[in-house]
């Protein structure tokens, strides 16, 4: 499969890099943006539920424009495992 691929990952640590020789591969391939503000005064409980009441529609549109993007077919051929 060939393309661009984006990812976001979230964390509540710092990333702890084990392998010496790879750590500068780690560091070009990953855009760390770090949150370092207090937290906010009043918590949300449930933020992932009201994230989809608030905007169910754009999370729809971003799922069916991802599920498109994949529906892409692969240059790999059946029964490959390149």
């Not at 661009?4 to 640590?13: D, E, Q």
């Not at 702890?16 to 503000?37: D, T």
């Not at 539920?49 to 994949?70: H, N, P, T, V």
Request: charged share 20%.
């Amino acid at each position: 499969m060939q393309g661009t691929f984006n990812l976001v990952i979230t964390s509540n640590a710092r990333h702890a890099c084990a392998a010496p020789g790879r750590c500068r591969a780690w560091r070009r391939r990953l855009n760390i943006v770090r949150y370092e503000a207090p937290p906010p005064a009043q918590k949300i409980n449930d933020f992932g539920a009201f994230l989809l009441r608030s905007d169910a529609a754009g999370f729809s549109e971003l799922a069916l424009l991802g599920a498109q993007m994949s529906s892409v077919k692969s240059p790999m051929k059946a029964g490959t495992s390149e």
